[in-house]
């Protein structure tokens, strides 16, 4: 599967995941509405704005999702990268004083690289970084990500398509087998040669903390073959990218639906007697289903989000801990249908539990209960007193 068709897949699952997440809100959201505002049901939550807002909340999800496709974060299967530094050494003549040797070395790297730098801007044919870029992609199934030019040197972000390609290549660089062949693609003798700098050796740093990080923790999530949301890109935006693409697909959504969830079971259930007088079994049944799936989903996605950021991060976490976590939370149907199936006894362990939750602040507010009662009580007695009067006078 190539790299168009997997960034399509990420597209796509990524916008049914953040339309399950906002659907569900708006569901929290009539729940909170028919059982705390019923009066306002049946004008709010018609099947006409229903189908309004389904149809803008997912025109808006499908434009807020294509930001990968203009730079903005990337989808992808890979994961991690790793920083490589392609630079030289340089040989000073004995006879100089040993204090100025440093300070003449880094001039003469500097006067070096910036004269490569302008040879090699010269056409694209000279182009050293796409020319060292094709030579790795072709020679070492490496792809580069970003490549730049320092005062020192050439840095090069690759990423691997596997371990395999990773030991390769890392071996190369051991061995000095990739920095010679970078001696022969470049033109860095010539130049040297014109500016009177002798003995150049080119040289090929890697951080063994980075290289460690990125085998163990990075390549161990690639291994999945997951499309998705690349929460490691190695972009300029991949921070803002990464706290927007939480933000809008679980943290405002939940967040929503759990305050919502709050809110129903304390002043509906939990401390207002009438709302529950008022529900029907059918309300209180449905109420009880939303809030057990939002709970579930939330406790998925939290996990799953935890090891992916963790992964991310550098934390080194198998591939069978990912898988399963991912596994997890593409089975969103699943829940919905065991709940459903199991909904009485499930229903009665939530009712249970949250009952059980919020008795000491129903306890808290007994005193405003009983005047709930009783000015409930008194309404019926008014009503039966004028009916018997309107019965007498009839």
């Not at 569900?24 to 505002?37: H, N």
């Not at 690289?113 to 040879?119: T, V």
């Not at 020192?152 to 920095?179: E, M, Q």
């Not at 709970?295 to 198998?318: F, H, K, N, P, R």
């Amino acid at each position: 599967m190539g790299f168009s068709v997997c960034e399509l897949w990420g597209y796509f699952s990524t916008t049914i995941t953040m339309f399950f997440s906002w659907i569900l809100t708006i569901a929290m959201i009539e729940r909170y509405v028919a059982l705390l505002m019923p009066a306002d049901l049946l004008t709010t939550f018609t099947a006409r704005n229903i189908r309004i807002i389904a149809i803008g909340l997912l025109t808006l999800i499908m434009v807020a999702s294509t930001g990968p496709f203009y730079g903005f974060g990337e989808y992808s299967f890979l994961r991690g990268s790793l920083n490589v530094l392609v630079s030289t050494n340089i040989s000073l003549p004995s006879i100089l004083p040993r204090e100025i040797h440093p300070e003449r070395k880094l001039e003469n790297i500097h006067q070096l690289f910036s004269h490569l730098r302008q040879s090699s801007e010269v056409s694209p044919q000279t182009n050293l970084l796409r020319v060292i870029s094709h030579y790795l992609q072709s020679q070492y199934d490496v792809i580069v990500s970003e490549s730049k030019w320092l005062p020192h040197g050439i840095l090069f972000n690759i990423r691997t398509l596997s371990s395999v390609s990773l030991n390769t290549f890392t071996s190369h660089c051991n061995d000095k087998i990739f920095a010679s062949n970078m001696t022969e693609l470049s033109f860095l003798e010539d130049i040297a040669r014109n500016l009177n700098i002798s003995d150049t050796e080119i040289t090929v740093q890697i951080s063994d903390v980075e290289q460690n990080i990125y085998k163990n923790a990075h390549l161990q999530a690639q291994e999945i073959g997951l499309c998705s949301a690349d929460l490691t890109a190695p972009a300029h935006h991949s921070t803002i990218w990464t706290g927007y693409y939480l933000s809008i697909i679980f943290i405002l959504p939940y967040c929503t639906s759990l305050v919502g969830l709050c809110l129903i079971y304390v002043r509906g259930f939990g401390v207002n007697p009438i709302a529950v007088k008022q529900a029907s079994d059918t309300d209180v049944s449905s109420t009880n289903v939303i809030s057990s799936y939002c709970t579930t989903t939330c406790i998925v996605y939290m996990l799953l989000y935890a090891t992916t950021l963790a992964s991310a991060d550098g934390q080194a976490l198998s591939s069978n801990v990912l898988l399963i976590t991912n596994y997890l939370a593409s089975l969103k149907t699943l829940y919905l249908v065991i709940i459903l199936r199991l909904n009485s006894c499930a229903c009665a362990c939530y009712c249970t539990c949250c009952y059980n939750c919020f008795r000491r602040l129903k306890r808290w507010n007994t005193a405003d209960g009983l005047a709930f009662e009783l000015e409930d009580i008194e309404e019926r007695r008014s009503l039966t007193r004028g009916r018997r009067k309107s019965n007498i006078l009839s």
